[in-house]
């Protein structure tokens, strides 16, 4: 079975002033993937999922989103997609029921916000306060907030920065456990291991456009392909297996 686009973006432009950030980008997000945006910064992979999100304006091109035209019906796009915000906009003197409680305030939605937080292991959190969560804790709390309007499409803007190995690795668990229960998954990073065990498909953008779009094992082949060889010889483990060997897989800061 060929898989459905749920994203279409065909040849999208945005300048800043005489800027081209977003020069031609085209590409299409499959049904029920995890699709990774990866390139330096600066690459223009901000401006481009926040064009998709609704949230900026472009200068040309096509977005269609669930077969809904950006131009045309950007507020019913807002109602399908759940967008990660960064930790700096949550009140940190409330607890997380009552963050979420003012999140579904604004989404005019009803939740149970003990059944969000057991989708993301936070449910004995509930009275603590946002600020006494560990860095683990917030990420997976601000994951929970994108899925309060029951979304079709997630956008993650690097997940797991400065986490922890054993947090990252539960983080990645719960993106997969996400996307397996139906959700699309957008993501950004710049660990290229984690897009590597996360991601069905990447695409790599450089200044402002996409230079190569695959699968991650499709990449590899084809850069193996040239003939290219790592210059250092690859062991069977590395420092991180080491490092998970040593202080275990559990989460710690619980
Ligand atoms: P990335 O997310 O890949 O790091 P961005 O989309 O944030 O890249 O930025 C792409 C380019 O556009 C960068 O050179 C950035 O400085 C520029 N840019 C982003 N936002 C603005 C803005 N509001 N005004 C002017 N230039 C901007």
């Not at 065909?10 to 020069?23: N, P």
């Not at 949230?55 to 950007?74: A, N, W, Y």
């Not at 906009?89 to 999140?103: A, M, R, S």
Request: aromatic share 6%; net charge negative; with cysteine.
């Amino acid at each position: 079975m060929s898989p459905k686009t749920i994203i279409s973006v065909k040849d999208l432009h945005k300048s800043y002033g005489d800027f081209k950030a977003v020069q031609g980008i085209s590409f299409e997000v499959f049904e029920g993937e995890i699709f990774g945006l990866l390139g330096p910064n600066g690459a223009g992979k901000s401006t481009t999922l926040e064009i998709i999100e609704t949230l900026r304006q472009k200068t040309s091109g096509e977005v269609i989103v669930d077969g809904m035209d950006l131009d045309k019906s950007p507020e019913a796009i807002k109602k399908i997609i759940g967008v990660q915000l960064q930790s700096s906009g949550f009140y940190p003197n409330l607890n997380l029921t009552e963050l979420i409680h003012l999140f579904v305030g604004l989404y005019q939605n009803k939740v149970d916000a003990i059944e969000l937080l057991k989708k993301v292991n936070l449910e004995d959190k509930a009275k603590a306060k946002y600020k006494e969560l560990s860095g683990g804790q917030k990420q997976r709390f601000s994951i929970a907030t994108t899925l309060i309007n029951n979304p079709k499409i997630i956008f993650l803007d690097e997940p797991t920065t400065g986490l922890d190995p054993q947090a990252r690795r539960n983080l990645w668990e719960l993106i997969k456990e996400i996307r397996d229960n139906g959700t699309t998954v957008i993501i950004t990073t710049h660990y290229m291991d984690e897009a590597e065990i996360l991601c069905d498909r990447v695409a790599i953008v450089d200044s402002g456009k996409i230079i190569s779009i695959n699968t991650p094992n499709a990449l590899i082949d084809e850069l193996v392909a040239t003939g290219f060889e790592k210059v250092k010889e690859v062991k069977k483990a590395n420092l991180e297996d080491v490092f998970i060997h040593l202080t275990g897989k559990e989460w710690r800061e619980e």
